[in-house]
């Protein structure tokens, strides 16, 4: 019953290492994502929302200045990214609270569909329409079927390519020209290894 048993376990082992610069924006997002998808992102966008910085601070006119050189703008666009996340993150819910608010028909769409999902989720595991028996994975696909007509009856496919737009264009604008320089210092002076000050 004893027998000898010869396993080879040679090979090198690769220590992780930490990962700096874009790969770090590109790892925490991939996190991000994988928090979403487990149904995380209301307590999620409450806790970037709690790191609001002033906005006096933030609209301040006598810290917009140009860039000196291209590897300072691109120092002060991660910083300010960084830094004012959860102002930019109110940008972009005030303009797409205001696309709902101008546009009361994808308002009524947005609206019909929470209340068609709600209902459909609430209802029956089979559903019987004539003759026909539908599975709650075939009432899920009808309903995704109704609610995307009806969101693009009423023009969501424009409010949100206007909404990102104008997200990335204000977020772009403000990380570019508001002076990183005078911004308190970050806690970590390693942060941003890549990219060499001028």
């Known amino acids: 019953m004893s027998e000898n048993i010869n396993i080879d376990l040679s090979g090198e082992m690769n220590p992780t290492t930490e990962k700096k ?7 925490e997002v ?16 409450l806790g ?11 609209v301040a006119t006598e810290h917009f200045k140009p860039p000196a050189s291209i590897p300072r703008l691109s120092r002060r666009f991660y910083r300010n990214i960084e830094y ?5 993150l109110m940008v972009f819910l005030g303009l797409f609270a205001y696309c709902l608010i101008t546009s009361p028909l994808l308002l009524i769409a947005i609206v019909a569909s929470f209340f068609g999902y709600r209902k459909l989720t609430s209802g029956p595991n089979t559903w019987k329409v004539g003759s026909w028996e539908l599975t709650k994975t075939q009432q899920y696909a009808v309903y995704a079927g109704a609610s ?5 009856l009423a023009g ?7 909404v990102l737009g104008a ?5 772009a604008m403000h990380a570019s020209f508001f002076d990183a320089e005078t911004l308190p210092p970050s806690d970590s002076l390693e ?8």
């Open 21 to 27: 610069g874009f790969q770090k924006y590109v790892s």
């Open 30 to 45: 991939e996190l991000l994502l994988q928090h979403v998808r487990n149904g995380a992102a209301p307590a999620l966008v």
């Open 48 to 58: 970037v929302l709690s790191n609001r910085r002033p906005w006096t601070q933030f």
């Open 84 to 88: 004012f996340q959860a102002n930019y």
């Open 148 to 152: 995307m007509t009806l969101c693009w």
């Open 156 to 162: 969501a496919g424009a409010v949100l390519f206007w």
């Open 167 to 171: 997200t990335v264009t204000v977020v």
């Open 191 to 198: 942060q941003f290894p890549m990219i060499e000050q001028v």
